[in-house]
């Protein structure tokens, strides 16, 4: 039930280390304290569910709920771009090897729902990505389950210490994190404004002073849908290198999804 939570916790989302759940699993099958196919078995229900869960929710919510996942990541400048470029670059099979990329696992399932792809496609997809997930780390698991028994017993040898530097670890980790949320806290508040707003400046002849782009990611953008007038397409990875050409004198709206 322990491997189950934790792991369905991490499809979903929340932040817990499944992969290192799944390789004391893998250790404790090597030592008959588990049975090896019921270990596959509960990771790999608890882990379609959750996925599942997910796609379920980014075809009836779409950015909504990748908006929320965005919004507790450490780094929502990139959240969404990077799992949609990774669908651009590679298709449908980026589920395949997903759960192994942070960040991706998590948004692959509701950008693979908001992007209309059948549920039977994706769950075949999933389910495979979701095997090699499993079956790397259980796997690891109990092939060296051998080093995890003498690291075990290192670190009782070494006692307090071992403690201490695990603590150290702990608190580093943390600063590391807190440090990602303060350098990306820039991007939690993204200036906006009205269609209304920028109708009005367009219509009143202000085109000449404002640059409109459209940055909608790979999977959202249609060569052949319709644009706001006057607008640029520019690829999301490149608008760096894009707005560096523009005059520093002019308004920019940026538009996607």
Request: glycine share 8%; charged share 15%.
């Amino acid at each position: 039930m322990v491997l189950a939570l934790i792991v369905f916790l991490e499809a979903v989302g929340v932040p817990v280390p499944a992969a290192l759940a799944l390789i004391a699993a893998g250790a404790a099958s090597a030592w008959h304290h588990l049975r090896p196919e019921m270990v596959l078995i509960i990771a790999l229900s608890a882990m379609l569910l959750g996925d599942s869960l997910l796609f379920i929710l980014g075809r009836y919510t779409g950015w909504a709920l990748l908006g929320f996942l965005c919004r507790i990541a450490l780094n929502p400048e990139s959240c969404i771009l990077r799992s949609a470029e990774s669908f651009y670059r590679r298709g449908r099979t980026t589920l395949l090897f997903a759960k192994f990329i942070p960040g991706v696992n998590t948004l692959a399932p509701p950008l693979a729902g908001s992007m209309r792809m059948g549920f039977a496609q994706f769950l075949r997809l999933d389910f495979m990505g979701a095997c090699l997930y499993t079956l790397a780390y259980t796997g690891f698991g109990y092939l060296f389950s051998g080093v995890i028994v003498a690291v075990a017993d290192g670190a009782k040898t070494v006692g307090h210490a071992a403690e201490w530097l695990l603590l150290v670890a702990v608190v580093g980790y943390a600063a590391y994190r807190a440090y990602l949320y303060w350098k990306h806290r820039q991007y939690r508040v993204v200036p906006r404004v009205q269609v209304t707003e920028l109708a009005e400046k367009l219509a009143a002849g202000e085109d000449g002073r404002v640059i409109v782009a459209d940055v909608r990611s790979h999977g959202y953008y249609d060569s052949g849908a319709l644009r706001i007038k006057g607008s640029v397409r520019i690829e999301p990875n490149n608008l760096r290198a894009a707005v560096k050409d523009w005059p520093r004198d002019k308004q920019i709206y940026l538009y996607c999804t």
